[in-house]
């Protein structure tokens, strides 16, 4: 039920009900996935190693990460920033999914490939996903800001850092990490969008009644392309979480060395040179994790929510009552 489907029994989704589901879905998972996101970008922000058996840094492991987050800053630290991860789900999962249900759409009329192609799913996955992100990045920074300080706190709330932000390092500074974001996020969505195609297809067609939304195989396929495409494309993201929190060294220092980064390469090759290449991959248990629920439950709600909509508009339309 993802992409546009000329075939499909169901009438085709309509912007608005990919803005519906899209938000929807986006907001359902976020809500349960922040904890390994938080700890995922603490992960990601610190210079020392990460390792359990040669502890350098604050954060050693995943099971001692979530301890020494929980002991130290309470319950509520798991969900630091959730005001702009949320505003920023519910913005991506819109328009990431209205641009794709879109150029799939257009791909049928205009051309003569198939829209429910994985290629075809891999090219207009990668677009929609780089459309979100351009809309979607001051919130992703704000989010990002939040989840790595500590205590006391440097931004009381959201307008808070908004304002501070934007006065003391200008309007810039929330499209920091951009770069590495749109290079590691059109293969990271459109393998996301392929792998969920080929492995539904590969699971086996939908149910004769058409009825595939939220179903248990959404789950598990959106799980594993979760897993493939976020193997493959981590680095930029670690990238992005190191150039994003650039000029907020104050509030990083007691969790250790900070750095400052002057671009992209510059933090490539500080990484390299410093961390080697292990430091590429930092925070990568906890992101996998993450991936694998988030864009699993991402597929999962968002089938379940336009199923939903098609559900209700099918009982609505069927009592109306029959015009003379």
């Keep these: 039920m993802v ?29 349960l996935i922040s904890p390994f996101d938080v700890v995922k970008i603490r992960f990601q922000l610190q210079i020392e190693r990460v390792s359990a058996l040669r502890p350098e840094g604050k954060y050693a492991g995943l099971f001692q990460a979530f301890r020494c987050i929980y002991s130290e800053e309470g319950l509520s630290a798991f969900w630091k920033g959730h005001v702009p991860a949320q505003l920023l789900s519910i913005c991506y999962g819109a328009v990431q999914f209205t641009s794709f249900e879109v150029l799939t ?20 996955g990668g677009l929609a996903a780089c459309s979100a992100t351009v809309v979607c990045q001051p919130l992703d920074t704000l989010r990002t800001r939040f989840a790595s300080q500590g205590e006391p706190k440097v931004y009381r709330n959201l307008r808070h850092a908004v304002s501070t932000m934007w006065r003391t390092e200008g309007p810039l ?24 195609n080929v492995s539904k297809k590969w699971l086996g067609p939908p149910s004769k009644g058409g009825d595939s939304g939220g179903s248990l195989k959404s789950l598990v396929c959106g799980s594993g392309a979760g897993v493939i495409s976020k193997t493959i494309t981590y680095p930029f993201d670690l990238f992005k979480k190191r150039l ?8 990083r220092a007691r969790f250790g060395q900070v750095r400052r980064y002057s671009g992209l390469m510059d933090c490539m090759f500080q990484i390299a040179k410093e961390e080697g290449f292990r430091g590429f991959f930092k925070g990568l248990s906890p992101s996998l994790v993450k991936a694998a629920l988030s ?30």
């Design 3 to 31: 992409g546009f489907d000329p075939g499909a029994k169901e009438a085709a989704i309509s912007p608005k009900e990919a803005v519906l589901a899209g938000s929807a879905a986006g907001m359902v998972t976020r809500a």
């Design 105 to 124: 759409k257009m791909v049928y009329k205009l051309t003569p490939y198939d829209s429910q192609s994985a290629g075809v799913h891999f090219f207009c």
């Design 173 to 196: 500074t929330f499209f920091r990490g951009l770069s590495p974001t749109l290079v590691a996020v059109y293969p990271y969505a459109g393998l996301q969008f392929f792998f969920y």
């Design 244 to 251: 994003q929190v650039g000029g907020f060294e104050a509030a």
């Design 295 to 324: 864009t699993g439950f991402t597929f999962f709600w968002y089938e379940f929510f336009i199923n939903l909509i098609h559900n209700v508009e099918r009982r609505r339309t069927t009592s109306e009552p029959a015009k003379d």
